[in-house]
């Protein structure tokens, strides 16, 4: 893992591909749902802190307690509205599951919120985050990323097998896929603009390797 996990202090969960049942027994933090994701959550024995949406789409029996602010704003996602409860009850900067699986629309829409944050996002084998900075990481050779200026940024990388230069990376446009880590320690300076980095957590053996 290139991020300290324990560096966050929530674990907010939407409504899409979430780990399995010992992912959550092993974290420390408050778990929010994003409405459906509480389904998702109770399959597992999993019971959230608090499920926060319009609740169009969780089961009605696990509105319980208390444990739920109904937000029917149709101006604003789900995700939206649990990241603005997360800020008021300063549970910032978050781990963030289930950003994909379902609708492409949806996880693009997921992506563009995403980007306004400090934290981190975890999928099946990939995770991202926000470059705002100069960064090094630590990754095992070989390591598949990509980088995205959002929407855009000027970038210098060392250690990668194609190396940006005062790159201008701007999205949609000119960006870094499908890059890999030639060193073990990757330096990324963000000298402006802000930058999504995705990171593959598992060995992807394809024409880049």
Not at 79 to 101: C, Q, R, T, V, W
Not at 143 to 170: D, H, M, Q
């Amino acid at each position: 893992m290139i991020v300290k996990l324990d560096e966050y202090r929530s674990v907010l969960c939407l409504h899409g591909t979430l780990p399995n049942r010992k992912f959550f027994q092993k974290m420390q933090l408050p778990i929010i749902a994003a409405d459906g994701a509480a389904n998702s959550l109770a399959t597992m024995g999993i019971i959230p802190h608090m499920v926060i949406g319009d609740l169009d789409s969780v089961r009605q029996d696990l509105l319980v307690d208390g444990k739920f602010i109904k937000l029917g704003d149709q101006n604003s996602s789900d995700f939206e509205k649990a990241l603005n409860y997360l800020e008021d009850h300063s549970l910032l900067p978050s781990i963030i599951l289930g950003m994909s699986g379902g609708y492409m629309d949806h996880i693009l829409n997921n992506i563009n919120v995403f980007t306004r944050t400090n934290s981190v996002f975890l999928g099946e084998n990939i995770m991202g985050l926000m470059l705002r900075k100069t960064h090094v990481f630590n990754l095992e050779i070989g390591t598949k990323l990509s980088l995205f200026g959002i929407p855009r940024c000027c970038i210098t990388t060392k250690g990668l097998k194609w190396n940006l230069s005062t790159a201008e990376l701007v999205f949609p446009g000119f960006n870094s896929c499908f890059n890999r880590a030639a060193l073990e320690n990757i330096h990324i300076h963000v000298t402006s603009g802000a930058a999504l980095l995705i990171v593959y957590t598992s060995t992807i053996v394809d024409a880049g390797l």
